[in-house]
């Protein structure tokens, strides 16, 4: 049976996480609780506003013929720990979820999560942090490992075609 102090000890731990997560400075409880709630609504937040330029980038860019196809759409935003990526083509691609996880690799990002959709369209939603020892990267720079990537595996399609 687990003692009192272990469990209160157990839930310490879990606070002291939750206050590095969410940047928190508070020492008690309730502030770290209130911390991380305004966290969550700030984060929800930036997936609203994230999937609202999606879909209006995504309307604006879809081709009228379906069997186009599309060059494909990469965003990246820069979170307080990592990166969100973001692509999208209006047709499928096999073998691009691939590339683009090679490129990841290649830059020393690690994916911490990711959606990825491939039955009518490409969509991969990723989010990623750098590796511990690896140099210091920029949305930037990993918006252009990612199209460069997409573009390499772009040229090998077309000759294998």
């Known amino acids: 049976m687990v003692s009192r102090e272990q469990k209160k000890g157990s839930l310490q731990e879990k606070f002291q996480i939750l206050r590095s997560v969410?940047?928190?400075?508070?020492?008690?409880?309730?502030?770290?609780?209130?911390?991380?709630?305004?966290?969550?609504?700030?984060?929800?937040?930036?997936?609203?506003r994230f999937n609202q330029d999606t879909t209006a980038e995504q309307s604006s860019s879809e081709p009228t013929d379906p069997t186009?196809?599309?060059?494909?759409?990469?965003?990246?935003?820069?979170?307080?720990?990592?990166f969100m990526i973001n692509v999208y083509a209006?047709?499928?691609?096999?073998?691009?979820?691939?590339?683009?996880?090679?490129?990841?690799?290649?830059?020393?990002?690690?994916?911490l999560e990711a959606r990825v959709s491939c039955t009518d369209s490409f969509s991969l939603h990723a989010m990623g942090v750098e590796n511990e020892d690896g140099e210091s990267m920029d949305a930037e720079a990993v918006k252009q490992a990612v199209t460069d990537a997409i573009r390499s595996w772009g040229e090998n399609n077309d000759l294998q075609s």
């Open 22 to 48: 969410t940047n928190s400075h508070a020492e008690n409880e309730t502030s770290i609780i209130m911390d991380a709630s305004k966290y969550i609504q700030k984060l929800k937040k930036k997936v609203e």
């Open 90 to 111: 209006g047709k499928n691609q096999p073998g691009m979820l691939v590339s683009v996880l090679e490129a990841f690799e290649d830059i020393g990002l690690n994916v």
């Open 68 to 82: 186009t196809v599309t060059t494909p759409m990469v965003t990246v935003e820069t979170l307080e720990k990592g």
